[in-house]
């Protein structure tokens, strides 16, 4: 399965943002699709995640209620809305499909997309 995240940018404090994952190769929709988030000098971590079929979702307690996590398997695609974006937020995001079974671990995740910068200016 191949990756590609797209759709950082530069956002102001308040302001919102929708990256996009496009997956190619594989059967998208058996995969459990999951954000993550790398700042600079910090650990990766776990950002929110979708089942297969849309059908339940997982949030990290510092995005809860602020991102939206969604998928579109016709399209191979999941988006992440950001919204009430904040400094801290500031992070490099990838997306990753998950075979397993715990949809918050980075160890679950066979496969990664390349990254796209979000920086949330204050």
């Known amino acids: 399965v191949q990756l590609q995240a797209f759709g950082g940018g530069l956002v102001q404090a308040g302001g919102s943002l929708r990256l996009s994952c496009a997956a190619s190769g594989g059967t998208f929709s058996t995969y459990i699709m999951g954000w993550f988030r790398q700042a600079p000098g910090k650990e990766r971590e776990f950002v929110t995640a979708?089942?297969?079929?849309?059908?339940?979702?997982y949030y990290a307690g510092t995005t809860k209620g602020r991102f939206i996590i969604s998928r579109d398997n016709a399209r191979n695609t999941v988006y992440l809305q950001m919204n009430s974006l904040k400094p801290e937020d500031t992070a490099v995001y990838y997306c990753?499909?998950?075979?397993?079974?715990?949809?918050?671990?980075?160890?679950?995740?066979?496969?990664w997309g390349q990254g796209t910068e979000v920086t949330v200016s204050s």
């Open positions: 990753a499909a998950s075979s397993g079974a715990v949809p918050t671990a980075t160890a679950m995740y066979n496969y």
């Open positions: 979708i089942s297969g079929g849309g059908g339940r979702t």
